[in-house]
C-alpha cells in the first residue's frame, strides 16, 4: 500500500509563505515514474488542481497561483514540495498530495491533506 503523507500546512497572514512537503512511499514505489501534483478543496467546492510536476520534470499551475507557488521534487527523498508565497486568503484550503501514473492501469494515491490558513 502507498502512503502519500503531506506537511507542512499551517496559519500564515497575507503576503507570507508556507512550503508543503509530500513523501510517497511503499515496497516497490518507484516515485520517479508518477506525476505528482497539488490539489485543494474549501468546504462546499471541488477539489481544485493548483500544481502538477510530471517525471520528466514538467510543471503546470492553476492560473491563480503562477508566479507565487512553484512545485518542485526531489527523487532521492521520494519528495514534492509546493513553495507557496505571497499567499492571500483565497489560498485557504486543505491541500492534498497525489501521486499518479499509468501504465496498463491508473495507479492513483491521495494524502489525508493538510490545512493552510491564510489570515490576520
Do not use: H
Request: aromatic share 14%.
Amino acid at each position: 500500500q502507498v502512503q502519500v503523507v503531506e506537511s507542512g500546512g499551517g496559519l500564515v497572514q497575507p503576503g507570507g509563505s508556507l512550503r508543503l512537503s509530500c513523501a510517497a512511499s511503499a515496497f516497490g514505489f518507484t516515485f520517479s515514474l508518477y506525476r505528482m501534483s497539488w490539489y485543494r478543496q474549501t468546504p462546499g467546492k471541488e477539489r481544485e488542481l493548483v500544481a502538477r510536476i510530471s517525471s520528466g520534470g514538467n510543471t503546470d499551475y492553476a492560473d491563480s497561483v503562477k508566479g507565487r507557488f512553484t512545485i518542485s521534487r526531489d527523487t532521492a527523498k521520494n519528495t514534492v514540495y509546493l513553495q507557496m508565497n505571497s499567499l492571500k486568503p483565497d489560498d485557504t484550503a486543505v491541500y492534498y498530495c497525489n501521486a499518479f501514473r499509468y501504465y496498463n492501469s491508473s495507479y492513483n494515491y491521495w494524502g489525508q491533506g493538510t490545512q493552510v490558513t491564510v489570515s490576520s
